[in-house]
């Protein structure tokens, strides 16, 4: 189903008092000085998904706020999407009850964030995943998570109550009282979620696999795995049954352990994503930065060329924050080559306007300076 964003309107959002943008639909380039507002209005998008957008930023923080005020405003997000067969309007913002808590809606009717994965899927780089091969763990399953549900929007429900459900029993190992019958229901919960996301990963990485291996472009091929105690072979992956049981005995097994030092140290939310780059025959970590951004561009390609060929789905908009200024001229040619024939609305950002010469005639352009939007190029 393919999915355009037609216009976004932002209302005291970070450092825009207000902006209202018609993208026609197209991709779309922001170029301009650093803290023009260029990431700002790419965070503005993200958070028409479920989550706390690709700043990882609270409500609270999120509206506009003067040198003088020690509370950001309520803000607001709106946006029309467009299929070729309907038009859809999604907004959200800061609830005006309570700043710190948001409020969705779909066609002025108040719903659940998740709802916001029927219409649009984001997929998204930032400068923060540069070093996404260097970090702890938690970052790189964060992203790929963001893959997976860009396919499953049900896997971002399941890691959702996962994590919840993750959150009370650790209270109950530290603060107790540890109730035995009330540990047994937690971690039922947790390993009905976990069963979910553990196949939900394996399912994407297998497809994500398939479609690197099928597609031909200027970027690395990327061999993909997942590690974690789930992943060794000990349980077979899609036993559901075998797989929901021995998690429950991991966890009850894990209770002392984990109640000493204070964190979980078993679930699927202990997993990691391996990346491998099959040309240098190196790990994504031992390679060069402008190595590691291709590996990561492979993926987010491979995906968005699989959801493009889904019917029922809406497929990905793609948000490309400071991308291309890391990539040599012919890979950001192929880049832009690439998210064109796929017909990808793609949103990029940089400081030169240099960087989007093979855009010019196929993008709208535009400079920001102070969160104004001027110099529009066609």
């Not at 306007?353 to 104004?372: C, P, S, W, Y």
Request: hydrophobic letters at 40%; a neutral charge; one cysteine or more.
């Amino acid at each position: 189903m393919k999915t355009r964003l037609h216009t976004l309107s932002l209302t005291e959002f970070r450092g825009y008092e207000r902006l209202d943008v018609d993208l026609e639909g197209r991709s779309l380039y922001l170029f301009g000085a650093n803290g023009a507002g260029k990431t700002n209005f790419l965070e503005a998008i993200s958070v028409l998904n479920p989550g706390r957008g690709l700043r990882n930023a609270s409500v609270g923080d999120l509206g506009r706020r003067l040198p003088h005020e020690t509370k950001g405003r309520a803000w607001g997000v709106s946006a029309i999407l467009k299929t070729e067969d309907e038009e859809v309007r999604l907004g959200t913002g800061s609830d005006p009850r309570n700043l710190d808590k948001r409020a969705v809606r779909i066609d002025q009717q108040t719903v659940v964030a998740g709802r916001l994965l029927d219409h649009l899927r984001l997929v998204w780089l930032t400068p923060a995943q540069d070093r996404i091969f260097l970090e702890a763990r938690a970052e790189r399953l964060r992203f790929f998570d963001r893959l997976v549900f860009a396919a499953d929007p049900h896997h971002a429900s399941t890691v959702a109550a996962y994590e919840k459900a993750l959150r009370e029993r650790l209270k109950l190992l530290t603060q107790g009282p540890a109730d035995a019958v009330w540990l047994d229901a937690l971690e039922e919960r947790l390993a009905n979620a976990g069963v979910g996301m553990i196949v939900a990963r394996r399912l994407a990485l297998e497809a994500l696999q398939a479609e690197i291996e099928s597609h031909q472009g200027a970027f690395p091929k990327a061999d993909l795995g997942l590690t974690g105690e789930e992943q060794s072979g000990a349980v077979a992956v899609y036993d559901h049954r075998a797989l929901n049981g021995w998690l429950r005995d991991g966890f009850a097994r894990a209770r002392a352990r984990d109640s000493a030092a204070g964190r979980s140290l078993f679930g699927p939310h202990r997993t990691d994503l391996s990346v491998f780059h099959r040309d240098k025959d190196r790990q994504a970590a031992d390679c060069s930065t402008g190595e590691q951004k291709a590996l990561v561009l492979n993926m987010i390609l491979a995906q968005g060329a699989r959801l493009s060929r889904v019917k029922m789905a809406p497929n990905p908009v793609v948000l490309l924050d400071e991308v291309a200024a890391h990539l040599d001229p012919i890979r950001r040619g192929a880049l832009f080559d690439e998210t064109d024939h796929l017909g990808l609305q793609t949103l990029f950002t940089g400081t030169d306007e240099n960087l989007f010469d093979g855009l010019k005639g196929r993008a709208l352009g535009v400079r920001v300076e102070g969160g104004q939007w001027t110099e529009f190029r066609n």
